[in-house]
């Protein structure tokens, strides 16, 4: 992969212009399909299979009036009077009577209703009228909106003065998000690091450049899916604030490695390739790993939350191709100016550089490793306390703003008639086989009301039609109360008792019941997705990284991370710490979603850091460890020179991440608040407290422990260059072998292994496009290993040389794969199996077993290959083996190629050469 992104990223850079206007081009075309597509936001939750979810679809068809979108407005009368003043009476039956008349409503009920108790309060000094319109809040449109918005604030001027009306209810409870002079500052923030990191204007603007196309694109597509799937209000702003981070932090990653190689002295076309190479296949992993996160969030089997994780997964996927694209596109731009102004070292008395201030940081760390470990451990701990406490729900119109008149409506609501009146519960049923339906919802309210927690049953009807019944409970606690849940709970565990006495199949349903069952179902999910999140954590970095304690420390790390995360959120609306400083609306249960949303997203944003860390500090291992052998003392100095060269950049990326995530607090959407806290410090905390602090504690008390792996499972794992390693040989053996044009295949050193071990070593050959070379061993196994070495069929061993076609493998294989033929021989149709080697446009053949042919299948083996020879415009070049040189030299004499050389290949040996 780094080695594609390396021809990427020298493409770009070459060709800025293209880029630059395919992605503007991109931006418009999306712009333009999100103009015309767009049908807007839907905040409705709902969870299929459910019991509310199916006790409102059967409302829906058999008492529609209950089943669809409510609203309600309260009005307070001025002190001294009362709400059954002829002076409130008369004007609200007014409205009531015009409330009627608008399209779509079902039902407008009076305070004096006889039909609804519980209307008045009890000290008769506010009233509460009832709206029900057809459908759901989705369905209800502007218009039906501002009618009943325009009546309600008609009634408040004729009432007398000090009275108050405030217009509320389910249809009101949500407000659509909207970006505030607040969220530039993180931008802001964000730019001013980057000058800072870079030290150069020009190279500065490029992250934030790259990032605000990329979040433009992706914002503008979820606004165009509108068309075609539900979608939240909350998703593009949860797609914003994830785009802008990791945007700016994927292309701060490549620009950095660019501007330190320009200043190595690396031509700035060169570095900008290796940069995109090395850094950029960092960025697709820990992209990957973001995306893998959030598409996981369909765990909750909840359609909305699902559909939040593909879109904000989408955003993701946007930054990272733009990020690998763009970048080097605006770099060549850049170009020289790239270098930026270099900093000022410090001497020291005897002309050594003096330290920075990352390599004392980590020479205290590492120095006292148990005490760090222990102490940040403990610390994190303390944070995490409050974690137990934390209180999830959906949200609702408590946690508006209080300058909102929904959010007041509400308060005015529980303050006047109790918190319930705001979370009313419907339990509804068939009553088809009732004699006397009205008496049957009579004696079946009474028993409700005689629940703990039921504060009293407003109504229990049938409807028109005396098929369908219901029970409307209104609860002594509010919608976010947990005491409200264990209600719903109460009522679900009496069904079967109903059931028998009544013989009704009754359902609790309603908004506040649908919430409950959502962050419910939430909370069951969360230890699934947990484990799912760590699980993949561990596989992912163990094969990266090919050691096992290093992905187990980051993964218990990225839990102190979360764990202290939602620590601070509790503590912040559980407890109230901070609350008015943050602007925290009202403190109580956050909005159930959080905890998944920020597990899955602060572990693919800690993983990045794990990943530009660790893999420096891996690279200065193995490199010292060649030369000095693998000492503790070489594996500490590696942890602290791997550091001291990441810390800068993960530094800069952390602060502009938390800036970015922080500037979504204060001001932020009440959904989104506790979700930008929660990111905010847990990126603060597993940046700076763990990743840069913890990490490389744990690493030099592991020593050289930290890079072990068993054997037998490192060869069963995939191999993964995230650092770019195949990008720097190819820099490294950019010269060799000499002669290039004229060598289709160069080894030196060559070594292949297998599961027991080295399969054969010390392998050298040279064979010219268009030549043939015979390969003899007296173990088979071993020749087979250097023919599928040849074939990109298996990898070599690590620091062996190996060029097939011009390219250097492992690094190259997959087009060595896709342009070099294998045929082996023993079993099935020879004849065929050269015929498929040939297929394509192979410009070079492995022929395994030339003399376990036939004389026949010889024969027709050799004529295939004297024709691809003959016909092939370009030159055929065959590398083959057999047992017995004798009968493969004859069979490539017939073929054309006369005087192959003979490559004797000693099984694990250093001795074999061409002969």
């Keep these: 992969m780094s080695t594609l992104l390396s021809s990427l990223g020298r493409w770009s850079y070459r060709h800025p212009w293209r880029v630059l206007t395919t992605w503007l081009l991109l931006l418009l075309v999306v712009g333009a399909?999100?103009?015309?597509?767009?049908?807007?936001?839907?905040?409705?939750?709902?969870?299929?299979?459910?019991?509310?979810?199916?006790?409102?679809?059967?409302?829906?068809?058999?008492?529609?009036?209950?089943?669809?979108?409510?609203?309600?407005?309260?009005?307070?009368?001025?002190?001294?009077?009362?709400?059954?003043?002829?002076?409130?009476r008369g004007p609200i039956e007014d409205t009531i009577d015009a409330l009627g008349d608008v399209d779509g409503m079902s039902s407008a009920t009076s305070p004096y209703s006889d039909l609804v108790d519980g209307l008045i309060s009890d000290d008769g000094a506010a009233g509460i009228a009832q709206i029900q319109l057809e459908g759901q809040a989705t369905a209800i449109t502007d218009a039906q909106k501002d009618a009943i918005t325009e009546d309600v604030h008609a009634l408040a001027d004729e009432l007398p003065d000090g009275s108050v009306v405030k217009l509320g209810g389910e249809l009101f409870a949500t407000e659509l998000p909207a970006l505030s002079i607040i969220e530039a500052i993180g931008v802001v923030v964000a730019l001013i690091v980057l000058i800072v990191t870079f030290r150069a204007i020009a190279l500065a603007g490029v992250p934030l450049a790259v990032a605000l196309i990329g979040v433009g694109v992706s914002l503008l597509a979820i606004v165009l899916s509108t068309q075609f799937a539900t979608v939240s209000s909350t998703t593009p702003m949860l797609a914003l604030m994830l785009g802008l981070a990791v945007g700016i932090d994927y292309a701060l990653f490549i620009a950095a490695r660019h501007q330190d190689q320009v200043r190595d002295g690396v031509p700035p076309e060169d570095a900008a390739a290796r940069a995109t190479g090395t850094a950029g296949s960092a960025v697709v992993f820990a992209g990957v790993t973001v995306l893998i996160a959030l598409?996981?969030?369909?765990?909750?089997?909840?359609?909305?939350?699902?559909?939040?994780?593909?879109?904000?997964?989408?955003?993701?996927?946007?930054?990272?191709?733009?990020?690998?694209?763009?970048?080097?596109?605006?770099?060549?731009?850049?170009?020289?100016?790239?270098?930026?102004?270099?900093?000022?070292?410090?001497?020291?008395?005897?002309?050594?550089?003096?330290?920075?201030?990352?390599?004392?940081?980590?020479?205290?760390?590492?120095?006292?490793?148990?005490?760090?470990?222990?102490?940040?451990?403990?610390?994190?701990?303390?944070?995490?306390?409050?974690?137990?406490?934390?209180?999830?729900?959906?949200?609702?119109?408590?946690?508006?703003?209080?300058?909102?008149?929904?959010?007041?409506?509400?308060?005015?609501?529980?303050?006047?008639?109790?918190?319930?009146?705001?979370?009313?519960?419907?339990?509804?049923?068939?009553?088809?086989?009732?004699?006397?339906?009205?008496?049957?919802?009579?004696?079946?309210?009474?028993?409700?009301?005689?629940?703990?927690?039921?504060?009293?049953?407003?109504?229990a009807t049938p409807n028109e039609t005396a098929d369908t019944g219901i029970v409307q409970i209104?609860?002594?606690?509010?919608?976010?109360?947990?005491?409200?849940?264990?209600?719903?709970?109460?009522?679900?565990?009496?069904?079967?008792?109903?059931?028998?006495?009544?013989?009704?199949?009754?359902?609790?349903?309603?908004?506040?019941?649908?919430?409950?069952?959502?962050?419910?179902?939430?909370?069951?999910?969360?230890?699934?997705?947990?484990?799912?999140?760590?699980?993949?954590?561990?596989?992912?970095?163990?094969?990266?990284?090919?050691?096992?304690?290093?992905?187990?420390?980051?993964?218990?790390?990225?839990?102190?991370?979360?764990?202290?995360?939602?620590?601070?959120?509790?503590?912040?609306?559980?407890?109230?710490?901070?609350?008015?400083?943050?602007?925290?609306?009202?403190?109580?249960?956050?909005?159930?979603?959080?905890?998944?949303?920020?597990?899955?997203?602060?572990?693919?944003?800690?993983?990045?850091y794990e990943v530009f860390l660790v893999s420096r500090m891996r690279e200065d291992y193995v490199h010292a460890s060649r030369r000095l052998g693998a000492t503790r003392e070489v594996a500490v100095e590696a942890v602290r020179s791997g550091y001291t060269a990441s810390a800068r950049v993960v530094t800069a990326a952390a602060v502009i991440m938390f800036a970015v995530f922080a500037a979504f607090v204060p001001e932020g959407d009440s959904n989104l608040k506790p979700i930008a806290l929660a990111l905010a410090v847990g990126i603060a905390v597993d940046a700076f407290v763990v990743r840069m602090t913890l990490v490389p504690a744990v690493m030099a008390l592991l020593g050289t422990k930290a890079w072990w792996m068993p054997r037998w499972l490192g060869t069963r794992l995939p191999a993964l260059d995230i650092e770019g390693?195949?990008?720097?040989?190819?820099?490294?053996?950019?010269?060799?072998?000499?002669?290039?044009?004229?060598?289709?295949?160069?080894?030196?050193?060559?070594?292949?292994?297998?599961?027991?071990?080295?399969?054969?070593?010390?392998?050298?050959?040279?064979?010219?496009?268009?030549?043939?070379?015979?390969?003899?061993?007296?173990?088979?196994?071993?020749?087979?290993?250097?023919?599928?070495?040849?074939?990109?069929?298996?990898?070599?061993?690590?620091?062996?040389?190996?060029?097939?076609?011009?390219?250097?493998?492992?690094?190259?294989?997959?087009?060595?794969?896709?342009?070099?033929?294998?045929?082996?021989?023993?079993?099935?149709?020879?004849?065929?199996?050269?015929?498929?080697?040939?297929?394509?446009?192979?410009?070079?053949?492995?022929?395994?077993?030339?003399?376990?042919?036939?004389?026949?299948?010889?024969?027709?083996?050799?004529?295939?290959?004297?024709?691809?020879?003959?016909?092939?415009?370009?030159?055929?070049?065959?590398?083959?083996?057999?047992?017995?040189?004798?009968?493969?030299?004859?069979?490539?004499?017939?073929?054309?190629?006369?005087?192959?050389?003979?490559?004797?290949?000693?099984?694990?040996?250093?001795?074999?050469?061409v002969i």
């Excluded at 049908?39 to 209950?66: A, V």
């Excluded at 192979?842 to 026949?856: F, I, K, M, Q």
């Design 33 to 88: 399909g999100a103009a015309g597509l767009n049908k807007g936001f839907d905040n409705s939750f709902e969870i299929p299979g459910t019991e509310s979810q199916e006790g409102l679809e059967q409302l829906t068809r058999t008492f529609p009036q209950m089943a669809g979108t409510s609203a309600q407005f309260i009005v307070v009368a001025a002190d001294g009077d009362e709400i059954t003043d002829d002076a409130y």
């Design 474 to 608: 209104i609860p002594e606690t509010g919608p976010s109360d947990p005491a409200t849940s264990d209600l719903v709970r109460e009522l679900r565990s009496h069904h079967d008792e109903w059931l028998d006495e009544y013989g009704i199949d009754l359902a609790v349903t309603g908004f506040t019941a649908v919430a409950i069952d959502i962050s419910d179902q939430l909370a069951g999910a969360l230890v699934p997705f947990g484990v799912f999140v760590v699980g993949l954590s561990f596989i992912l970095l163990t094969i990266v990284f090919r050691s096992i304690w290093v992905p187990l420390k980051a993964t218990l790390g990225y839990l102190l991370s979360v764990l202290a995360a939602f620590g601070v959120v509790a503590a912040v609306f559980e407890w109230g710490w901070g609350a008015d400083l943050l602007h925290v609306a009202k403190t109580g249960p956050v909005i159930a979603f959080m905890p998944i949303v920020v597990m899955g997203v602060l572990f693919g944003l800690a993983m990045d």
């Design 295 to 459: 598409i996981g969030l369909g765990f909750a089997g909840i359609p909305f939350l699902t559909t939040m994780g593909i879109a904000a997964a989408v955003s993701v996927a946007v930054a990272v191709a733009i990020a690998l694209t763009l970048t080097p596109a605006l770099l060549g731009f850049a170009k020289g100016r790239a270098v930026g102004r270099p900093r000022k070292k410090r001497l020291l008395a005897d002309g050594s550089v003096a330290p920075g201030f990352a390599r004392r940081w980590v020479e205290a760390v590492t120095k006292h490793p148990v005490v760090t470990t222990i102490a940040i451990v403990l610390g994190l701990g303390v944070v995490a306390i409050p974690a137990a406490q934390l209180q999830l729900a959906l949200p609702n119109a408590g946690v508006l703003a209080e300058d909102s008149e929904a959010r007041q409506a509400f308060d005015l609501t529980g303050e006047y008639f109790g918190d319930g009146v705001n979370g009313p519960l419907i339990l509804t049923g068939t009553i088809i086989t009732s004699d006397d339906p009205l008496t049957l919802m009579e004696d079946l309210g009474a028993e409700v009301e005689e629940i703990d927690g039921v504060a009293e049953v407003a109504l």
């Design 725 to 913: 390693e195949a990008v720097e040989r190819e820099e490294q053996l950019a010269e060799w072998p000499e002669n290039r044009a004229g060598v289709e295949v160069a080894a030196d050193d060559l070594a292949v292994s297998g599961d027991d071990g080295p399969l054969v070593e010390g392998v050298s050959m040279r064979v010219a496009p268009g030549e043939a070379l015979l390969v003899r061993s007296e173990d088979p196994r071993a020749g087979r290993a250097v023919l599928l070495a040849i074939a990109g069929r298996l990898a070599p061993d690590e620091g062996t040389r190996l060029r097939v076609a011009g390219h250097l493998l492992p690094g190259r294989g997959a087009w060595v794969r896709a342009h070099v033929g294998v045929a082996r021989f023993g079993s099935g149709d020879a004849r065929d199996a050269v015929r498929g080697a040939l297929a394509g446009d192979a410009r070079l053949v492995v022929l395994e077993g030339l003399d376990r042919l036939s004389a026949d299948d010889a024969r027709g083996v050799a004529a295939a290959l004297s024709g691809a020879r003959t016909g092939s415009a370009a030159p055929l070049t065959v590398v083959a083996s057999a047992a017995d040189p004798a009968r493969g030299l004859a069979l490539l004499a017939d073929a054309g190629w006369r005087g192959a050389p003979v490559l004797d290949v000693t099984p694990r040996t250093a001795a074999s050469e």
